[in-house]
């Protein structure tokens, strides 16, 4: 089984990249399930309707998100409808939407997880402890699990790796939107990144509009960050399943630069 895995779709120029080379890469690599992480793919931050729908009819089979899930208020009225759409779990209290879903594919049923790192980020509940109960819940009715782990720093990416080497089949990071270097298999058979990377315009500062940016470093005085036009950048992992064995064999970036 081979899973592609999609960083941080940001804006109508992400959403464009995602539907271009989405359906390419499921020829060329084989691909069986995709999954991205469209919480930037609404201008910049968040969900709408429109934007989650040409996900989907790019070729999304799950969509993950991060702390700007909430972002666009329109969200609201279906994110408790969408079997395949998740936030992070460790979101207090009860939350709208769910935090894993489990999504069949042939005879397997895959667990996709999504938490939010604390560092630098919103302090929603401890992302370590909220892993286990998932664990415990999902562990029986699934096959492969894989997690998105959105969150700022790398050392909490990567002790999250750790943490659940050979317990996962995959831990990938989202939220930086800088692709790292670091991918491989971890000593237990956990396929590991620290970051996937954007899917977006690259003409900018992760993802937004490079004078709008510069403007605010310059002056510290607020602006509105939008979208960056221009080409785009798509950002990604191939995660490959042997079946059979029921473990990662294998991991590899994809990235693709537009000129």
């Not at 998105?148 to 909490?156: K, V």
Request: charged residues 25%.
């Amino acid at each position: 089984m081979k899973i592609l895995f999609v960083g941080d779709v940001v804006g109508h120029n992400g959403r464009r990249a995602f539907r271009t080379y989405t359906p390419e890469l499921r020829e060329k690599e084989h691909i069986d399930v995709v999954i991205v992480n469209g919480e930037n793919c609404a201008a910049g931050k968040g969900f709408t309707r429109k934007a989650l729908d040409e996900l989907y009819q790019g070729g999304a089979d799950i969509v993950t998100s991060g702390n700007h899930v909430y972002d666009k208020k329109d969200v609201l009225e279906f994110i408790d409808q969408e079997p395949f759409l998740i936030r992070p779990a460790n979101y207090p209290g009860n939350a709208p939407g769910k935090g894993f879903c489990i999504y069949p594919f042939k005879a397997k049923n895959i667990g996709v997880m999504n938490l939010s790192g604390r560092a630098f980020m919103p302090p929603l509940d401890d992302p370590f402890q909220k892993v286990e109960e998932l664990l415990r819940e999902m562990k029986e009715s699934c096959d492969i699990l894989l997690l998105d782990f959105h969150a700022e720093t790398t050392s909490e990416k990567i002790a999250m790796g750790w943490y659940l080497d050979g317990r996962v089949h995959a831990v990938v990071g989202t939220h930086t939107h800088v692709q790292t270097a670091d991918e491989c298999l971890l000593p237990r058979g956990t396929a590991y990144i620290t970051d996937l990377g954007m899917t977006g315009p690259w003409h900018s500062v992760l993802g937004v509009d490079v004078d709008k940016i510069l403007f605010r470093f310059q002056t510290q005085r607020p602006v509105r960050f939008d979208v960056a036009e221009g080409p785009s950048v798509y950002s990604a992992v191939v995660i490959t399943i042997d079946e059979r064995a029921n473990r990662t064999t294998d991991i590899h970036r994809i990235y693709i630069r537009e000129e």
